[in-house]
C-alpha cells in the first residue's frame, strides 16, 4: 500500500501558481467588464425578454442578497492578494469567498446572457476550483504552513 501523495503530479513553482493568480483575476474581471460593457450582446428579442424580467415584480433581491455580494467583492480580491503573499488567512478566505461567490449564482435564477460571458463565467469558476486544489491539495499547500517562507532550493514546490 503506497502512501504517497497523490496530487505530486501538481508540481509547480511559485511563479506558476502567481500567474495562474493573475489569470483568474483577469478572467473574472474581464467577464464583469463585458457583462456590464457590452449588454447588448443578445438579439433584440432576448434583450426585450430580459428588460421584462428585470422590471418585473420578481426581481426585487432581498437585503441578504446585498450582503453576500458586498461580501464577496471585498473577500474574493483580499483572498487572492493573501494567496499570491502566500499568507495563511488567504486559503480560507479563498474558500469563504468560493461559497459566497456559488451562493450568489445560484440565488439569481434563470439569466439570459451572451455565449461570451457565459463562456467567461465557466472559465473562472474552472480556474477557481483549480485554485482550491492547488492550496490544499498540491505541494503549493506547503508553502501556505510556512507563511510563504521556503529555502532556495524548495522554490520549485
Known sequence: MSTSNPYTYLHMSAKF?????????LVNVGGSGIYFALPNLLPPELLH??????????????????????LFILAWPVSLIGLY???????????????LGTELEASMGPE?????IALTIGLGNFIGGFILALIFWSPIAERFSRDGKMNRKDQTL
Open 49 to 70: 425578454q430580459k428588460a421584462e424580467i428585470l422590471h418585473s415584480e420578481h426581481a426585487t433581491a432581498p437585503m441578504g442578497y446585498f450582503v453576500s455580494g458586498c
Open 85 to 99: 503573499f502566500f499568507k495563511r488567512y488567504a486559503r480560507l478566505l479563498y474558500v469563504a469567498a468560493l461559497i
Open 17 to 25: 501558481f502567481r500567474a495562474v493568480l493573475v489569470v483568474a483575476f
Open 112 to 116: 439570459i446572457e451572451p455565449r461570451i
